[in-house]
T-cell receptor, first 114, second 113 residues
Framework: AQTVTQSQPEMSVQEAETVTLSCTYDTSENNYYLFWYKQPPSRQMILVIRQEAYKQQNATENRFSVNFQKAAKSFSLKISDSQLGDTAMYFCAFVQGGSEKLVFGKGTKLTVNP | EAQVTQNPRYLITVTGKKLTVTCSQNMNHEYMSWYRQDPGLGLRQIYYSMNVEVTDKGDVPEGYKVSRKEKRNFPLILESPSPNQTSLYFC????????????FGPGTRLTVT
C-alpha cells in the first residue's frame, strides 16, 4: 500500500522569507500523481500544486514550487516570499494512476509570522 | 459555479441517533469519496464511489454507510453514531481519469456526545 510521510508536524517562517515543507512517499509503481493541498483556518481544502510522476520538470505555481526527486521518492514544497495568508495546514497527497484514491500525509502546520 | 456542497456544516448529536450528511456536486463527476480528518492523522478515506450504484470501502469504513442512487449525490450515513466518530468530514469528487484532481466540499464538523 502506498504511504505518504510528512516529517514536520509544525513549522514557522517570517513573512517574506522562504520555507520548504518535506514529503516522502512509498510506491512500487511508476504512474502516479502528487499533490500539495492547503487547509486554512476556514477548513476548505485548496489545491496548491500538482506533479505528474512522468514529468521531470518540477511544477511551479507563482510563489509555490516543488522539488520532485523521483528516485528518492521525495516531493517537497517551497513557498517563496511567504505571506500571512499562507498560514495553514499543508497536506501532501498521492494518487496512483488508474485509481482516484488520494492517500494523504498527516500534515504540516505552517505559521507565517509578521 | 462548479462546487461540492455538504450539509450540515456543523452537527452535534448523541450516541446512537442515526444521522445523514449529504453531499452533492454539480460537475457531473463520476468519482465521489468521503474522508474523515482527525488531528495528527491527516485525511483518511471512508468510502468511495466510481459511479451510480457502485460503491466500495476505503480505509476506515466501520460504522458508516453510503449510497449512490444519483450521479450528483453521495450521502454518508451513520446508523448508530459513537463518540469515536467525532471528526471533520469531507466529501470530494473528480472526473474519472484525467487530472486526478479532487474537488472538496467545505467540510462537516460532527460531534457525537
Amino acid at each position: 500500500a502506498q504511504t505518504v510521510t510528512q516529517s514536520q508536524p509544525e513549522m514557522s517562517v517570517q513573512e517574506a522569507e522562504t520555507v520548504t515543507l518535506s514529503c516522502t512517499y512509498d510506491t512500487s509503481e511508476n504512474n502516479y500523481y502528487l499533490f500539495w493541498y492547503k487547509q486554512p483556518p476556514s477548513r476548505q481544502m485548496i489545491l496548491v500544486i500538482r506533479q505528474e510522476a512522468y514529468k521531470q520538470q518540477n511544477a511551479t505555481e507563482n510563489r509555490f514550487s516543488v522539488n520532485f526527486q523521483k528516485a528518492a521518492k521525495s516531493f517537497s514544497l517551497k513557498i517563496s516570499d511567504s505571506q500571512l495568508g499562507d498560514t495553514a495546514m499543508y497536506f501532501c497527497a498521492f494518487v496512483q494512476g488508474g485509481s482516484e484514491k488520494l492517500v494523504f500525509g498527516k500534515g504540516t502546520k505552517l505559521t507565517v509570522n509578521p | 459555479e462548479a462546487q461540492v456542497t455538504q450539509n450540515p456544516r456543523y452537527l452535534i448529536t448523541v450516541t446512537g441517533k442515526k444521522l445523514t450528511v449529504t453531499c452533492s456536486q454539480n460537475m457531473n463527476h463520476e468519482y465521489m469519496s468521503w474522508y474523515r480528518q482527525d488531528p495528527g492523522l491527516g485525511l483518511r478515506q471512508i468510502y468511495y464511489s466510481m459511479n451510480v450504484e457502485v460503491t466500495d470501502k476505503g480505509d476506515v469504513p466501520e460504522g458508516y454507510k453510503v449510497s449512490r442512487k444519483e450521479k450528483r449525490n453521495f450521502p454518508l450515513i451513520l446508523e448508530s453514531p459513537s463518540p469515536n466518530q467525532t471528526s471533520l468530514y469531507f466529501c470530494a469528487s473528480s472526473p474519472w481519469g484525467g487530472s486526478y484532481e479532487q474537488y472538496f466540499g467545505p467540510g462537516t464538523r460532527l460531534t457525537v456526545t
